[in-house]
């Protein structure tokens, strides 16, 4: 080499500052006992799991309704991927749009009781879509402080002044709405919160919706598949109502992956216009769509699974249930959130449950509000009347040492 070597960070010896900061950073996490690692799955998803080298029974997926590893659905999918190839591709607006992504939105609209619906790769992108599509520096974004990080990320990304309401607390979202200069205005609240597992007043948002002529967007990530007869959360006035976009993601008690908007037609095309990560993304395989399909029929044919599901809340809540140690939070879902206060203790009695071959996971501040870290436990209908026993079991036992 003739020329003078350029000045190089990466040569030995010499500091690269923003990386060491990330250093800084890594250390300073573990410090605080909130770095985050990964358990590595060895199994397909399900309640009898391989995870980092050992069989125990898993209490944290959202695979509510046991459909991730159905037989009939991952048949389904073989089939398709004969019939349909694997990519898709190309974006939807090219040529990424398969008649199999079509038929499940008329299947999925159909089915929660809207006039039309479009097919997202996943639900983080459909809610970046829904609020970047609809509001601008001219909106305003009223959002429950317990919503899904995505909904925030969402806010913050599409410019419009963002407001947030106490958990649930309607008086206080009326007073903010009450107050708005906005020409656009978005109520947006999880429909089951995924870390409280509670649902939200539906009818009461949307009455304020109407008093204050603005958007409800409900994402109902935690509540398709399991509530009324797997419609998910919608009540009858929400259904009918043109304000309401609803959103069901699909990686969880569909057991596959992606996620569904339902609206209004007219929201519906406007997003196909304007919402980029929809335009400006290759589409989902379509074989997924086929096996949603599938998984759709499911569904609507899983009344014995919810049955069972309902049984396994019931078992575990009464297990728990009158227990001065720790607080199982009021929830009729599969969530289960059993707070035990400081994120040291959550760690330590997620240790000592997978010691005993039982995983459920701790979730720590920031997730969640200081000093309400937690166990979430979540139930599957695929869990035997016997897993529920031995965590209570498990958890009276280690809640005595
Ligand atoms: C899981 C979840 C999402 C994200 O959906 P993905 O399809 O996993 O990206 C969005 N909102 C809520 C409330 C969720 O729980």
């Known amino acids: 080499m003739g020329g003078m070597m350029p000045p190089s960070s ?25 770095l985050r690692s990964r358990l590595l799955l060895e199994s397909p998803q399900g309640v009898n799991v391989r995870v980092n080298g050992r069989d125990v029974i898993s209490f944290c997926s959202n695979d509510y ?24 591709g190309a ?50 974004v009223f959002a429950d402080k317990l919503n899904h990080a995505s909904l925030n990320d969402a806010a913050q990304l599409c410019g419009a002044t963002f407001s947030r309401y106490g958990h649930g607390n309607i ?8 107050k708005s200069r906005e020409r656009t205005k978005l109520i947006v609240s999880d429909l089951v919160f995924s870390m409280d597992g509670d649902i939200v007043d539906v009818d009461g948002l949307l009455s304020l919706a109407e008093r204050y002529d603005a958007w409800l967007f409900l994402d109902d990530a935690h509540g398709f598949g399991v509530l009324n007869d797997g419609r998910g959360g919608l009540t009858q006035a929400a259904r009918q109502s043109d304000r309401v ?3 069901a993601t699909l990686g969880k008690a ?19 216009q304007k919402a980029r990560p929809y335009v400006y993304t290759t589409a989902m395989p379509p074989l997924l769509a086929g096996a949603l399909l599938e998984s759709l029929k499911l569904i609507q044919a899983g009344g014995a699974r919810r049955d069972r599901l309902r049984r396994h809340v019931a078992a575990l809540r009464r297990g728990l249930a009158d227990w001065p140690r720790w ?57 035997r009347e016997e897993d529920i026993v031995r965590l209570c079991d498990a958890l009276h036992e280690i809640a005595e040492t």
Request: glycine share 8%.
């Open 10 to 34: 990466s040569s030995p010896g010499t500091c690269f500052s923003a990386l060491s900061r990330l250093q800084q950073g890594l250390a300073q996490l573990e410090a605080d006992e909130v």
């Open 254 to 272: 569909a057991g596959v992956f992606g996620a569904a908007l339902a609206a209004h037609q007219s929201v519906i095309q406007w997003l196909v």
């Open 327 to 383: 607080q199982l939070l009021h929830s009729t879902t599969p969530i289960q959130p059993l707070v035990v206060g400081s994120n040291a203790n959550a760690v330590n009695v997620s240790k000592k449950l997978l010691e005993r071959g039982l995983l459920v996971p701790a979730i720590r501040t920031p997730t969640v509000p200081r000093n309400t870290a937690r166990l979430r436990i979540t139930l599957s209908s695929a869990h």
């Open 245 to 247: 976009i609803y959103l």
């Open 65 to 88: 309704l046991g459909l991730a590893n159905e037989p009939a659905l991952t048949a389904a999918a073989e089939q398709l991927l004969r019939q349909c190839g694997l990519g898709a």
């Open 91 to 140: 974006s939807h607006l090219i040529t990424g749009h398969h008649v199999l992504h079509q038929q499940f939105e008329d299947a999925f609209a159909a089915f929660v009781g809207k006039p039309a619906a479009l097919l997202f790769s996943t639900g983080y992108m459909a809610n970046l879509g829904v609020l970047t599509a609809l509001l601008d520096r001219h909106g305003e």
């Open 171 to 178: 008086d206080q979202l009326e007073s903010l709405l009450a």
